[in-house]
């Protein structure tokens, strides 16, 4: 059983990853996920659509041209009858069948002299495009945040499977002595059982990190449409700065400043605060110049037949073509008087949707600061515990190698050795997660400030100066 399990955790993993690459940064990620992570061209494609706000606003205070026009074709028949004198009464029996077809088209121009809405359109629009702008270079950080977190998860489910396996090494062979010891009946059964047990749990321990780095793998697939295999990660000379400027509530008055998404809601309340103004100016006059002409054609052809007692039947044609120009040019006035409280709704709609604004901007504002303050606290503590697991990793590997020697003269049992073992895997597995937290604490810090650009990568891609291969 012991054979096929190792067969099993040395073969299966070969099959997560599908070709072989170089290996790879966490900038070259970033610069990949750049260019292919939807999340990302999907905020590109809503900049460029807000950026067309513009002309349209624009387009409202350049003259208007409109073309229109109708044909129409009709037939109409009349049978009746008229009293007529000549000179007495008698009857004339009329018959009249008529067609005719009709050609009208106008062409009108258009220019704004006065609509406060169309200038306050355009304010709005202005603002809207800063926004967008802005919520573009949201998504950008918030990617640069994301790709680290995956990077260096990937790196974290490796490191982690790393020591799994180292465990399960020692484990196994634990396991053998142990089994040896009891067939000359120097340990009891005992003993043997709880180092099976062991090797059983390290065992599952080593599937589950397989599966935890699988779908690491997978996630940072999401963002680049790729596969990696090789990955950079940090040596032993990690440096540990504390952030400059060294002063926490620096740090939170940068990010109350300049914080993106404090920025991106302050432009959405000026946007709301604008609303209410446009909506207001449905109350309001408006003056325009109109310049028309137009043009009306009218082919018909009418036959009528009129008979009177007494005499041969009359027919008689009648075509006409009519045609019909026209120009004109004035000043057109309006003002609304009363549009069923439309208006009245619609203004304190904005209202409402301006105090929501507000109440999301001191959200974020409350937001902003915590993040602030829980990345700048984070980087000081993951320093701090980077050094204290570095120590307490060193002291549980001089444990070990203690409680391995007092079992080999029989002074320390296999539980003893056991224990001892789990307690440098998991110094081991932290020791390398706390960097890891490290480095994404910086990154959170810079974003929560608002300052985070991909020279911060680039600068943390220069402590990576080791190989692995995630497999």
Request: charged share 25%; net charge negative; with cysteine.
């Amino acid at each position: 059983m012991r054979q096929i399990c190792r067969v099993f955790l040395s073969l299966g993993f070969a099959l997560l990853v599908s070709q072989p690459a170089n290996a790879v940064s966490l900038l070259d990620v970033y610069q990949s996920a750049m260019i292919n992570d939807p999340s990302l061209r999907e905020a590109e494609a809503n900049r460029l659509a807000t950026y067309e706000l513009k002309p349209q606003a624009r387009s409202q205070f350049l003259p208007q041209l409109s073309l229109g026009g109708d044909y129409k074709s009709s037939n109409s028949e009349f049978d009746g009858t008229q009293l007529v004198y000549r000179p007495g009464p008698t009857n004339l029996d009329v018959k009249s069948d008529t067609s005719s077809d009709t050609w009208n088209y106008s062409l009108e121009l258009r220019q704004t002299l006065f609509r406060w809405d169309q200038y306050q359109s355009y304010q709005q629009a202005d603002k809207q495009v800063a926004k967008a702008d802005v919520d573009f270079e949201i998504a950008r950080q918030a990617l640069m945040l994301k790709v680290s977190e995956r990077y260096f998860n990937v790196l974290a489910a490796k490191d982690t499977l790393v020591a799994a396996e180292a465990a399960l090494g020692a484990t196994a062979r634990q396991l053998e002595q142990a089994e040896k010891r009891f067939e000359v009946g120097l340990i009891a059964i005992t003993d043997v059982k709880e180092a099976q047990a062991a090797y059983d749990n390290t065992t599952a321990g080593v599937i589950a990190g397989k599966r935890t780095l699988a779908t690491a793998l997978e996630l940072l697939r999401e963002l680049t449409g790729e596969y990696y295999t090789e990955f950079k990660k940090p040596g032993d000379d990690l440096p540990l700065a504390i952030p400059a400027p060294q002063d926490q509530q620096a740090w939170v008055d940068t990010a109350m400043q300049q914080n993106l998404n404090m920025v991106s809601n302050r432009i959405s309340l000026d946007i709301a605060s604008d609303e209410i103004k446009l909506q207001r100016t449905g109350h309001y006059p408006t003056l325009d110049l109109v310049a028309s002409y137009g043009e009306s054609n009218a082919d018909s052809f009418s036959t009528q037949t009129n008979t009177l007692q007494g005499f041969d039947p009359e027919t008689l044609d009648y075509p006409s073509l009519r045609n019909n120009t026209g120009d004109s040019i004035g000043i057109q006035f309006s003002i609304p008087i009363y549009s069923g409280g439309r208006t009245s709704s619609k203004v304190q709609e904005a209202v409402y949707r301006q105090r929501a604004a507000k109440e999301r901007l001191e959200r974020i504002m409350r937001e902003t600061e915590r993040t602030a303050r829980d990345a700048y606290f984070g980087i000081m503590a993951e320093m701090a515990r980077v050094q204290a697991l570095k120590r307490a990793t060193e002291s549980s590997q001089t444990a070990l190698e203690a409680t391995e020697a007092g079992f080999e003269v029989g002074t320390r049992t296999t539980v003893d050795v056991l224990t001892s073992r789990r307690t440098l895997f998991d110094a081991e597995t932290n020791y390398a997660r706390a960097r890891y937290d490290y480095i994404l604490n910086i990154i959170r810090l810079k974003q929560a400030a608002g300052i985070l650009v991909e020279e911060d990568l680039a600068n943390i891609n220069e402590w990576l100066d080791l190989t692995i291969t995630a497999r």
